[in-house]
Every structure is written in structure tokens, then in C-alpha cells.
């Protein structure tokens, strides 16, 4: 009887371990994109694109396709949540929602609107969503729209709309994240903001080969949230590198601006002249900038800080459509001195523009008080939303330009007013 207990006990264990709860791989429906819009009604509409592993299997691919079929599937269903909208789906499907390699959230334009806090507690909670997961915002459109949309390049625009964003010189699949990190700092963020893009020129397709320019995703540039995290406006993606120098995050960039002849005769050119207002009847210059420092300090007042801003970068010059023969060293220091001017003019106005229309501190100065001056945090930080609108910003860009490229005067014939 002792034997027969003993054995009992140690057959016991074995028995009551091992993968009891394990879901083998062709019972599961592996989520790429999560989206989420607002009905009229205010009940949440959950979309996912799922991968479809036959396609995967049968090979080829073109324009979104493999052989044949389309890469991925969408499907939507109604709740009043995350959780209780993705219950609901799960009755159309015949396997597991798997989100556990969801890399993209979108966000439909009018569920911003209203605020996004009803819908992101749950990608902070669950073990199934990697704060690294990148979240967009559809401008002018729903999430499912945009998830619905086949993208020529990838077999799956959940992935599509990830690379693009990082092409742009932005940080890679961190934005959740950063949105978490942002609002429980000065309590605004910025999500990155897609837009649905019909093409330019329409073009007829003539034979079954023809590639047509097709509606797509395009990247519009960020939107901004304010304190309540509703959405209270979208940066464009020209206007959306300057709060990235800023707080740091920028990795390249190119920039073009017009070399007036001002330019060509005096340095730094002619305050006010045609670089912003794009006139034609000056020559470009595009840099191409890969290396992005920033350094913010504030200073204190009677009490209130304003900021001093110094932005440095390097890079090359990548086109030269001046009169400028820039195998000479003080042209491309007139280069530096315009190209300078001409990106404080356009950071001034961004900071302008989110100051007084969205009045969020989408550029991190409270967290720089916080961090360098604690006990004067301490009595700003209650008022901060009030505050922000109104404080001074001292910005100064200082581009190192190393390069002309290849060469330094143009294999090009001399242009008129030029220097030989």
C-alpha cells in the first residue's frame, strides 16, 4: 500500500503539468493591425487585419497579393470596448484572435475627437499589447478605412504604414509608448496622423500589366492631444520635424530653401526675403542633415521661465540649383547662414502655432523643468496648461554643413549671375 501511495504522488505531478492551456498555431488568427472608430451611437467599432496563412503558402506577390489572393483579411465588430468588441469578432472567426504580434493601432479621426482615454487603458494593461506597438490617427478618416485600403508594396498595410513612418526619419515603433510616457508627463501627446491618399493624376489602365497610381496611405505628420486627450489638432509632415529636433528624436532630415541673389552677394542673405514665401525667382538649395542635437534651457523670471533653444546639426549639401559656385568656403557658409535663417523662421512658427491654437507642451519644456528644477515644478506644474501658451521662446539653429557632395562646383555650365 505504502508502494502504491508513493507512486501515486509522483505519477500525480506529471499528470497535472505540461502545456494544458497551449493553442496550437493553425488555430489562431494572428492580428497585425488593431483599429478602433466611434459610432454614431457612441459604441466602439473594432477592426483587425489578420493574416491569411494560405496565401502566405501559395507564393508570388504583387500589389498586396500572393498568388492570387490577398495577403491578409479585415474584420470589424461592435462593442463597448476593446475587450467586448474583440469578444464580439471572435464569434465570426474560426480561430483565435492571437494580438500578440500587433504591431499598429489606428485610431479613427472622429474616436480622437471625442478622446482617446475610453480606449488605450487596455493596451497599457494587457500582456498581449508590446508598448512598442506603433498608433496612428486617420485624418480626415476611419481606422477601417484605412485597414480595409491594399498597399501595393507590402501584403499588408498594417505593415506599410510602420515603414513609412520610420522612412520619415521618426523614431521606430515606439509611438504607443511615447504617447504613455508624454501624458503622464505634462498630460498632452502626439500620435503619428495618416491620411487616405487618392493620386495625384489619374491614369486609365490600358492593359492588365499597367500600374496606375492607386489610392493609398500617406503619412500627414502627428496629431497633438491636449490634457483631456482629445485630439486638438495635426502638425503636417513639413511642420512635424521641428518636435522631433526639439525633444531630440529627429534622426534626418532634408531641407531646401531659395538662394535669393541677396544671397550671393551678402552673407546670411536678406531678412524677410522670398525663403518662406516660396518665390520663384530664387535658386534652391536642398541639405541633407543626419546628425540632430538639441539643448533647452530654461530661464527663470520673477518666478516664470522662458526657454533658450539651440539646435545643431550636420550634414551635406545635396543640390545646388543657385548661382552659388559652392567650391568656394564662403558659399557654403552663405548656405549655412541662409538655410539657418530659414529653419528659424519655420521652427518659430511651430512653436507658435501649438502654443497658441493647441496649447499642448507637445516639446517636453515642463518635463526639462521638472527634471532641472524640481521645487519650481512643483509650483508651475498645477498651472502649466495656462502657462505654456505664453512663454518666450529664444530658438537659434546652428547647421555644420562638412560636405558639397561628390563635387563642389556644379559639372553643370555656370548659371546666370553666377560665379565662375
Keep these: ?38 459610432a454614431e451611437d457612441g459604441a466602439y467599432l473594432a477592426t483587425a487585419n489578420l493574416v491569411l496563412p494560405l496565401a502566405s503558402k501559395s507564393g508570388g506577390q504583387q500589389g498586396g497579393e500572393q498568388g492570387g489572393r490577398s495577403g491578409f483579411m479585415t474584420e470589424s465588430a461592435y462593442g463597448r470596448n476593446n475587450r467586448d468588441a474583440e469578444q464580439n469578432m471572435q464569434r465570426k472567426l474560426s480561430r483565435v484572435l492571437f494580438p500578440g504580434h500587433r504591431r499598429n493601432i489606428f485610431i479613427g479621426e472622429k474616436l480622437a475627437e471625442h478622446g482617446v482615454f475610453s ?6 494593461r494587457s500582456p498581449m499589447v508590446r508598448p512598442r506597438t506603433n498608433i496612428f490617427v486617420v485624418k480626415g478618416g476611419t481606422a477601417q478605412e484605412a485597414m480595409s485600403l491594399a498597399y501595393q508594396l507590402e501584403t499588408n498595410p498594417a505593415i506599410a504604414v510602420q515603414k513609412i513612418q520610420e522612412k520619415s526619419g521618426a523614431p521606430i515603433s515606439r509611438s504607443l509608448l511615447d504617447f504613455f510616457i508624454m501624458a503622464n508627463g505634462t498630460g498632452c501627446g502626439v500620435m503619428p496622423a495618416l491620411t487616405i491618399v487618392p493620386p495625384e493624376m489619374k491614369t486609365d489602365k490600358k492593359s492588365k500589366n499597367d500600374s496606375p497610381p492607386q489610392t493609398t496611405l500617406g503619412l500627414y ?4 492631444f491636449n490634457g483631456q ?52 525667382k530664387g535658386q534652391t538649395v536642398t541639405v541633407n542633415v543626419d ?18 533653444i539651440l539646435l545643431e546639426g550636420k550634414g551635406f549639401i545635396e543640390e545646388n540649383n543657385s548661382p552659388l559656385n559652392l567650391s568656394k568656403t564662403a558659399n557654403v557658409e552663405k548656405v549655412e547662414a541662409r538655410m539657418n535663417q530659414y529653419l528659424v523662421e519655420k521652427i518659430q512658427k511651430v512653436t507658435e502655432k501649438v502654443q497658441k491654437d493647441f496649447k499642448s507642451d507637445i516639446f ?35 547647421l555644420d554643413l562638412t560636405g558639397t557632395g561628390i563635387t563642389g562646383e556644379s559639372l553643370l555650365p555656370t548659371r546666370e549671375g553666377g560665379e565662375k
Excluded at 492551456?21 to 466611434?38: F, K, P, S, T, Y
Excluded at 480606449?119 to 497599457?124: A, P, S, V
Design 1 to 38: 500500500m505504502y508502494r502504491k501511495l508513493v507512486a501515486l504522488f509522483l505519477i500525480l505531478p506529471l499528470l497535472l503539468t505540461g502545456c494544458w492551456d497551449r493553442q496550437e498555431l493553425n488555430d489562431q488568427a494572428i492580428v497585425l493591425g488593431w483599429g478602433m472608430d466611434q
Design 364 to 398: 517636453g519644456l515642463g518635463d526639462t523643468i521638472h527634471r532641472r528644477h524640481p521645487y519650481r515644478w512643483k509650483k508651475l506644474a498645477a498651472d502649466w496648461e495656462t502657462i505654456f501658451p505664453e512663454i518666450e521662446l529664444d530658438i537659434t539653429v546652428k
Design 229 to 280: 486627450l482629445e485630439l486638438a489638432g495635426y502638425l503636417s509632415n513639413d511642420e512635424s520635424w521641428a518636435r522631433l529636433w526639439i525633444t531630440n528624436e529627429l534622426a534626418f532630415r532634408n531641407f531646401t530653401t531659395i538662394i535669393n541673389p541677396e544671397d550671393a552677394e551678402q552673407s546670411g542673405g536678406k531678412a524677410g526675403m522670398d525663403a518662406l514665401s516660396g518665390a520663384t
Design 291 to 308: 546628425t540632430f542635437k538639441s539643448h533647452i534651457t530654461p530661464i527663470f523670471t520673477d518666478g516664470l521661465p522662458k526657454f533658450r
Design 221 to 224: 505628420g502627428v496629431a497633438v
Design 119 to 124: 480606449i488605450l487603458d487596455e493596451y497599457g
